[in-house]
């Protein structure tokens, strides 16, 4: 009586795990996509609302502002209300820069905004996120009075709110 399993069983396994893998990773890198798009979208929400709060608590100007296709960043501009946005100090740990593995699909843009003393737009804009593979774009737009509203779709981004 022999031991062990045949080559034919052997190959015929690897077949059956090759067909499983071919399946599953495709839909593994999709999965991972779409949790890194849309964690970018909640700290997105996260840093327009935190800049909001704390032009009222620093009684200052704070802007968001688009540096490049994959980052984004606060500055405080102090009390100077007629200061140009992005024009001031950064503000350390309040900034988001998309991680160099999804950058090729994940892309910010858009005009920045401002939040005066009151919690107001000093100046009113928007930041976009894109998802460039699937053509799914996340929006945060600020009005005049400082009205924080999100919205979500597919296609390009848009170029204003």
């Known amino acids: 009586m022999r031991k062990g399993f045949s ?16 399946v599953v990773v495709p839909s593994w890198v999709g999965f991972i996509r779409s949790m890194a798009f849309s964690k970018y ?23 968001v502002c688009v540096s490049n296709p994959s980052s ?3 500055e405080n501009l ?3 209300l007629s200061a140009s946005p992005c024009s001031g100090n950064v503000i350390g740990g309040d900034s988001i820069v998309v991680d160099p593995q999804y950058q090729s699909y994940i892309q910010i843009e858009g005009s ?19 998802r460039t593979d699937t053509n799914q774009y996340y929006i945060i737009c600020v009005n005049q009075f400082g009205g924080v509203t999100t919205s979500q779709g597919n296609g390009l981004c848009p170029t204003s709110c």
Do not use: K
């Not at 080559?7 to 690897?14: A, F, G, S």
């Not at 909640?42 to 709060?53: C, G, T, V």
């Not at 920045?112 to 894109?130: K, M, N, V």
């Open 7 to 22: 080559i034919t069983e052997l190959i015929v396994v690897i077949v059956i795990i090759a067909i499983f893998a071919m």
């Open 41 to 63: 979208s909640s700290y997105l929400e996260l840093l327009a609302r935190r800049a909001q709060i704390l032009a009222r608590q620093q009684n200052s100007v704070i802007s």
């Open 72 to 74: 984004i960043y606060v």
């Open 78 to 80: 102090g009390y100077n």
């Open 112 to 130: 920045g905004f401002s939040f005066d003393p009151r919690g107001y737009a000093e100046t009113p804009g928007y930041i976009c996120l894109q």
